[in-house]
């Protein structure tokens, strides 16, 4: 009953929103709290709180990443959204992932440090969603792997249902951006035939979140510092404004070539400073502790953690 009267209550506020011709502003940070599989949906307030939304919607879904169902759940009355207690693990902030695309040598840099040439349009590869896993979780070293690298990367997370789309639409079809790590096996990469997709698909090879950010907190997604560091030593330091293809270019793209779906992920590049870029190049060990970040989306932590 109290689930039924939640409702009720966003239902009646999203009216009233529409009746007065207004729009909440969609300004969110979405997290999923809980075990590994027992994740509930959050909301984080201004002192970074999280406030447990499951009374009112059961899960942060693709269908709640729409316009309509952002706003509602920005309607909703802060006081109203009891705080969590503790420090819960944070898991990936969105669930029903059906896509992870992802954009090689999207980096200025990148490219000249790899020493490849600038693409001439964005050049796409996929990884498997087995290998999805929380921001803070251990990364897993693959058996028979010992090339492990790391990325740093701004992820776009799609809110409608979006085929042959302008650049000029895009952002229409964005429900915000997160943080994604795309660890990668260099060796799977480019000496088990020449596969992306075999090296960057072991599991817990993408770790995603913590947050959800949607657009209204993020000015200008064309100019966001992202990094890394390895054992708190700075490996990469770069902007967006760097990437050889923007957000919009990417997403109307990719959209020519496939729907992309609420709820499908995109990673957008790294920048230089990866373990392969250096001479000699290093490769992480069991043990290493990395971070990787984007400002104003989030910042990640994972140890990487011997073969199973």
Request: hydrophobic letters at 40%; proline letters at 6%; charged letters at 20%.
């Amino acid at each position: 009953m109290m689930f039924l009267n939640k409702l009720v209550t966003v239902a009646l506020i999203s009216v009233l929103f529409a009746l007065a011709g207004l729009t909440s502003a969609t300004e969110l940070r979405l997290v999923r709290f809980g075990p590994i599989g027992e994740e509930k949906p959050g909301i984080l307030d201004e002192q970074n709180q999280i406030h447990d939304l499951s009374a009112f919607i059961e899960d942060i879904t693709p269908d709640q990443l729409s316009d309509e169902a952002l706003e509602k759940i920005a309607a909703i009355p802060l006081d109203q959204i009891p705080i969590v207690q503790g420090d819960p693990r944070l898991g990936i902030p969105l669930t029903g992932i059906g896509k992870i695309l992802a954009i090689g040598f999207n980096y200025v840099n990148h490219a000249a440090e790899m020493a490849v040439e600038l693409p001439s349009e964005p050049l796409v590869f996929m990884k498997a969603t087995s290998a999805l896993t929380g921001p803070f979780d251990n990364v897993i070293q693959p058996r028979n792997g010992h090339k492990l690298d790391y990325e740093s990367e701004l992820v776009v997370v799609i809110g409608r249902k979006a085929q042959y789309i302008t650049e000029e639409e895009v952002l229409d079809y964005i429900a915000g951006f997160t943080v994604g790590h795309d660890v990668s096996e260099r060796a799977f990469q480019r000496e088990r035939g020449g596969q992306f997709t075999k090296g960057k698909s072991g599991d817990t090879f993408a770790p995603v979140g913590p947050y959800l950010v949607t657009q209204g907190l993020i000015k200008d997604v064309q100019n966001l510092s992202i990094w890394s560091e390895v054992n708190g030593e700075k490996r990469q330091q770069g902007n967006t404004t760097d990437m050889v293809f923007g957000v919009k270019e990417i997403v109307s793209h990719l959209s020519q070539f496939m729907t992309l779906n609420p709820g499908d992920i995109i990673f957008t590049g790294t920048p230089a400073g990866v373990g392969d870029g250096m001479e000699p190049p290093v490769y992480l060990v069991p043990g290493d502790v990395v971070r990787v970040g984007v400002e104003g989306v989030g910042t990640q932590r994972q140890t990487i953690q011997r073969p199973l």
